[in-house]
């Protein structure tokens, strides 16, 4: 059974960081995608980040545009744990992160229909 648990989550005030980690049970994450996702109050989901499975040419890191230069993606295969590093942290980066498997790679990893496994969530709260 495969499960997908996040955690990292919190209150933090507007410029701090917080490390999210995503562990796997039942999978090997160094050979499956994994995306984060995030869902403010009343917005859609939106994909932040991704990670691709282990490629012959290298591990590709994709994020959007709003957390580039910000947040940073990275896997612990020995833990089988994907992070998601989140400096200058803003009141719009508020939200529930979720991190998900991704069928194939991370190119079209905003497109939620291939998403599989999801965890539960974890709470960030950016305020002063």
């Known amino acids: 059974q495969v499960q997908l648990v996040e955690s990292g989550g919190g209150l933090v005030q507007p410029g701090g960081s917080l490390r999210l980690s995503c562990k796997a049970s039942?999978?090997?994450?160094?050979?499956?995608?994994i995306a984060w996702f995030r869902q403010a109050p009343e917005k859609e989901r939106e994909g932040v980040s991704c990670?691709?499975?282990?490629?012959?040419?290298?591990?590709?890191?994709y994020y959007t545009d709003s957390v580039k230069d910000r947040f940073t993606i990275s896997r612990n295969n020995a833990d089988n744990t994907v992070y998601l590093q989140m400096n200058s942290l803003s009141p719009d980066d508020t939200a529930t992160y979720y991190c998900?498997?991704?069928?194939?790679?991370?190119?079209?990893?905003?497109?939620?229909?291939?998403?599989?496994?999801w965890g539960q969530g974890t709470q960030v709260t950016v305020s002063s």
């Open positions: 990670i691709s499975q282990i490629r012959s040419d290298g591990t590709r890191k």
């Open positions: 039942g999978l090997a994450l160094v050979f499956s995608s």
């Open positions: 998900a498997t991704v069928r194939g790679d991370c190119d079209d990893y905003r497109d939620q229909r291939r998403a599989g496994y």
